[in-house]
């Protein structure tokens, strides 16, 4: 017979993510192989996980390409937020672990991949404040001096180029990347290389495209950020809908390229078309780029990463970050 305390009385359900117990407790339901850091024999790449803010527990995965054939040279930095609907997944997760391993090793870059704190426990804006911690803490390294060794990561310091540096995300990842690309350059005044968004997140409270031909999967998502967000429950919220009528200006976005992906299948679709379109248009002086997969429906590529399409995907995110800095007219 089970237990009629609080720890084991259900308090409320978000399916198929997390179940939230009277007593405090949230089991997540999805996305929870956590796998070690590693040395991956098939790859090359290392990895290991760093503590960002100890009293938080705000971490990361730190992942370096095999150095043999590099000449030595420095690298760029790439700073990735996976995704989950703010409510689950890790950095530290077998899909994430894999995909930065082909990542890494096809684009030959240093990645940063952030283990943010998660919704309900940690409403939002949490993941984007602990993304933005560890954002600041892989940009403290390139001005690190010799005597601060014993405080930085070596990895960061002796291989990374922080004129080279890149944003990317899936998912609510994507929507997070997007978010810290903006405050790069209107708090700290810089601006990065590129910036991916994978299938990202993006939303609003009026359908456009093919979002009311879909009313099951709308009712869904309509639902998720005002569940990982209560204290702004709207979802024309700029940090979820980034083109809403009073949000920011898109030419404020710091960095000088954009590579958006998106799925013919996916009912995000038209978010990921109308954020290329705006931001084409908007006076941003950057060049954006958008590539859509036929057939396939969101993150496929975390679900099937060996299929052909997420190959395709994978090797045009490597070309994409792999550029160099144009130069100077």
Not at 140 to 162: G, K
Not at 268 to 292: F, H, S
Request: aromatic content about 10%; hydrophobic content about 40%.
């Amino acid at each position: 017979m089970e237990s009629s305390e609080p720890e084991n009385e259900i308090d409320h359900e978000f399916l198929p993510y997390v179940r939230v117990y009277k007593g405090g407790r949230v089991e997540r339901l999805v996305h929870t192989n956590f796998i070690p850091p590693s040395l991956d024999p098939q790859t090359g790449v290392s990895s290991k996980d760093v503590v960002i803010l100890p009293n938080s527990g705000v971490s990361a995965r730190l992942y370096l390409p095999n150095l043999t054939h590099i000449n030595h040279k420095k690298l760029p930095l790439l700073i990735f937020i996976h995704g989950g609907g703010f409510c689950v997944g890790s950095a530290f997760t077998s899909k994430y672990h894999h995909l930065l391993n082909f990542i890494v090793a096809e684009a030959n870059v240093i990645a940063v991949s952030v283990d943010y704190r998660l919704a309900p426990e940690h409403p939002i804006p949490v993941c984007y404040d602990d993304s933005w911690a560890a954002l600041q803490w892989a940009l403290s390294h390139s001005s690190c001096q010799r005597d601060e060794e014993d405080q930085t990561e070596p990895w960061l310091t002796n291989h990374a180029d922080f004129d080279r540096v890149f944003l990317a995300g899936d998912s609510a990842g994507a929507t997070i990347a997007h978010d810290l690309a903006m405050r790069v350059k209107a708090e700290l005044g810089v601006e990065f290389l590129g910036l991916a968004l994978l299938h990202p997140f993006f939303w609003g409270s009026e359908p456009i495209g093919s979002e009311s031909t879909q009313p099951n999967k709308k009712v869904f998502v309509d639902r998720i950020w005002p569940y990982a967000c209560p204290s702004s429950p709207d979802n024309d919220d700029p940090r979820i809908n980034p083109v809403a009528a009073d949000g920011p200006s898109l030419v404020g976005l710091g960095c000088t390229r954009v590579l958006v992906f998106v799925a013919e299948k996916d009912i995000l679709r038209d978010r990921g078309w109308l954020y290329y379109e705006v931001l084409a248009r908007c006076g941003w002086m950057g060049v954006v780029e958008i590539t859509e997969t036929e057939e396939e429906n969101h993150v496929f590529f975390l679900h099937e990463p060996e299929s052909e399409k997420a190959r395709d995907l994978f090797t045009h995110l490597a070309l994409f970050l792999s550029l160099e800095r144009p130069p100077l007219a």
